[in-house]
């Protein structure tokens, strides 16, 4: 008989070594053999994933950049785990690695339970024969496997071959997959190599994909959210103006970056970057003259505030340095940027002896942060 509350968990990972990082994680929930809830969950984890996991479970990593951390969602996954009598993995071992590592980062307890390994039941029901999932499912018919894996179909596939094994009635096939909940929005993909990833503060939070007004909502209303946009946007896009002048960045580079950053205001803002918004946002930075000094002003502001600098230092360098190298015109317009922020910043000693590090080696920053 199978157990009672029973949770079928699956994940995709940046790659299969031990140090990888947690991409998606979907789980079932089954009381006494009939379906509960689930979650499917999508996350930044901070690094690159390998071209063959890439290939496997198909999250393309600039999309990954602008998705949640997993620490932020660690007390919702842990209590929602916590629930089960037993966790229902294909190859457990995989899986549970990667869901207590990132427990463990998050500095939360580990999940105490049972576990039932389907990979290694399945090797003892048909000895001799592939214990792959695909090759399971096949075997019973059940369905199949996609070439380019989802999370939350390979937890049924397996919540399937799990009550198989276990002689119970095996649940329908549900039509249509769910995609993860929390997925929120990315910019358009910039011109490669793409360029650093910022620093995500406690507080960074970009809108959900599926995040829409109020129906209550008043023209009035949408206005007013356009024009706060904008007036919180200001400072950014002086800066980003000024660099783009000053180093002749293509327009298409340089409108990359403004909706990278559109992005992050937007996030912030906890607004959905619609059509109107991201329009009204390239509008109003393309009207600002990128002139020194609205880019001195604006970044003697931005120094007060060391996560938008966070947000904003990548950004620049990702745009100037889209073919690989740093002009003379583009190590000006950035010097100009660093000294202002220094003269201007609060910020630790530590902190600014950083900041002198990329001002003095501007050219060596690298084009991609794989850690």
């Known amino acids: 008989m199978p157990h009672q509350r029973v949770i079928v968990l699956d994940t995709e990972t940046t790659g299969v070594l031990p140090y990888d990082k947690l991409v998606a994680l979907a789980a079932i929930r089954f009381d006494h053999g009939t ?9 930044d984890p901070r690094k690159d994933s390998h071209p063959g996991a890439l290939e496997v479970h198909g999250w393309d990593d600039w999309l990954l950049r602008f998705q949640p951390l997993f620490a932020e969602e660690a007390d919702e996954i842990h209590a929602w785990l916590d629930w089960a009598d037993c966790l229902i993995m294909h190859n457990a071992d995989f899986d549970m690695h990667y869901v207590a590592r990132e427990l463990r980062k998050a500095e939360r307890p580990p999940v105490e339970k049972q576990v039932f390994c389907t990979m290694r039941a399945a090797h003892g029901h ?9 090759a399971c499912v096949s075997r019973l018919g059940l369905g199949s496997q996609a070439a380019r894996h989802d999370a939350f179909q390979d937890a049924f596939l397996t919540a399937q071959l799990y009550f198989h094994l276990k002689r119970a009635a095996i649940p329908p096939w549900p039509l249509p997959w769910p995609s993860p909940t ?5 910019p358009p993909r910039p011109p490669a190599p793409l360029p650093r990833r910022s620093p995500k503060g406690s507080n960074w939070r970009a809108a959900p994909v599926t ?31 000024f660099v783009a002048a000053g ?27 619609d059509g109107n918004l991201r ?16 880019a001195t002003t604006a970044s003697r502001r931005l120094a007060a505030n060391p996560e938008e600098m966070s947000v904003v230092l990548p950004l620049l360098m990702g745009m100037i340095k889209r073919d690989g190298r740093l002009t003379s015109a583009e190590e000006h317009a950035m010097r100009h940027i660093f000294a202002v922020i220094r003269a201007s910043s609060p910020i630790p000693r530590a902190d600014a002896a950083r900041a002198d590090a990329a001002d003095d080696t ?7 942060d794989e850690a």
Do not use: E, F
Not at 35 to 43: A, K, M, N
Not at 182 to 186: D, Q, V
Not at 279 to 294: C, E, F, H, N, V
């Open 247 to 273: 180093a002749d960045v293509p327009a298409d580079v340089q409108m990359a970056t403004l909706d990278a950053y559109s992005s992050h205001v937007a996030g912030i803002l906890r607004l959905p970057l």
């Open 126 to 134: 048909w000895p001799g024969h592939s214990a792959k999932l695909s």
């Open 362 to 368: 501007a050219a060596a920053v690298p084009l991609r």
């Open 182 to 186: 929390n997925l929120l929005p990315a």
């Open 35 to 43: 379906y509960v809830d689930h979650i499917y969950r999508i996350y």
């Open 279 to 294: 329009d009204a946002l390239r509008a109003s930075a393309m009207a600002l003259p990128g002139s020194q000094k609205g």
């Open 211 to 241: 995040a829409s007004p109020p129906a209550q909502q008043t023209a009035a209303d949408a206005r007013r959210w356009v024009r706060n946009a904008v007036a919180r946007a200001r400072d950014g896009q002086l800066v980003i103006r």
